[in-house]
């Protein structure tokens, strides 16, 4: 079993920044592709990036391509995204998921483990 817990999500300007931490326990996760997601009221949870477990392979939205970034420190067994130019639109509730195979992954159905969430909330 591995358990996630998000930290790192608050209130925050829209064009503003927040990293968001993923710290792992119960197993390392040196071997597995780490993801993000965020489900908006009202919404479905949607997929916002990933990672290999070697780092070798990144994925993301469009609509946050080029203002977050996913990255690892397997020795702290903790995932980050880093969140810049914050828009209202990003306003969600943000979940860290791993899966056990290495793979970056984009689809919620294939990662077993998940966090229980961290709001991140921009402001107009």
């Known amino acids: 079993q591995v358990q996630l817990v998000e930290s790192g999500g608050g209130l925050v300007q829209a064009g503003g920044s927040l990293r968001l931490s993923c710290a792992a326990s119960?197993?390392?996760?040196?071997?597995?592709?780490m993801g993000w997601f965020r489900q908006a009221p009202g919404k479905e949870r949607e997929f916002v990036a990933a990672m290999s477990w070697n780092g070798a392979n990144t994925y993301y939205a469009d609509s946050v391509k080029g203002r977050f970034t996913i990255s690892r420190d397997n020795a702290k067994n903790t995932v980050y995204l880093q969140m810049n130019s914050l828009r209202p639109e990003d306003t969600a509730v943000y979940y860290c998921?791993?899966?056990?195979?290495?793979?970056?992954?984009?689809?919620?159905?294939?990662?077993?483990?998940w966090g229980q969430g961290t709001q991140v909330t921009a402001s107009s």
């Open positions: 119960g197993r390392t996760i040196r071997g597995y592709g």
């Open positions: 998921a791993c899966e056990t195979t290495g793979v970056a992954r984009v689809r919620a159905s294939e990662y077993p483990y």
